[in-house]
């Protein structure tokens, strides 16, 4: 059974920083791919980072590169999501999912699996 739960939401200042948490279960990690999304109401949810198990590459949104990291631990089976100099733009309900590969850009895949999602509300 697959499961992913997001932990690490909250209240951060702008320009500060936030990471993120997924524990997951019910797979390998290195046969799939995992990414992190987010939404805002009345917006549909968008891809801005992914990593691939089997060989650690890693995929970014062009509105948070150069700002966010994406890293695994396959041992205690977690991913995380380093975000610095946040700004108010960013605040959202943040999503884990697992896929077959990295795709960012489609809100929606057949065998997507999701979390129930973690709110970031950025403050200034």
């Known amino acids: 059974e697959v499961q992913l739960v997001e932990s690490g939401g909250g209240l951060v200042q702008a320009g500060g920083s936030l990471r993120l948490a997924c524990e997951f279960s019910?797979?390998?990690?290195?046969?799939?791919?995992m990414s992190w999304f987010r939404k805002v109401p009345d917006k549909v949810r968008d891809g801005i980072a992914c990593?691939?198990?089997?060989?650690?590459?890693?995929e970014y949104d062009d509105s948070v590169k150069g700002r966010a990291t994406i890293f695994a631990d396959k041992y205690k089976k977690m991913i995380y999501l380093q975000m610095n100099n946040v700004t108010v733009e960013d605040t959202a309900v943040y999503y884990c999912?697992?896929?077959?590969?990295?795709?960012?850009?489609?809100?929606?895949?057949?065998?997507?699996?999701w979390g129930q999602g973690t709110q970031v509300t950025v403050f200034s």
């Open positions: 990593i691939t198990g089997r060989d650690g590459r890693t």
């Open positions: 019910g797979f390998d990690i290195g046969d799939y791919s």
């Open positions: 999912a697992v896929d077959g590969w990295c795709n960012l850009r489609t809100p929606s895949y057949p065998g997507r699996d």
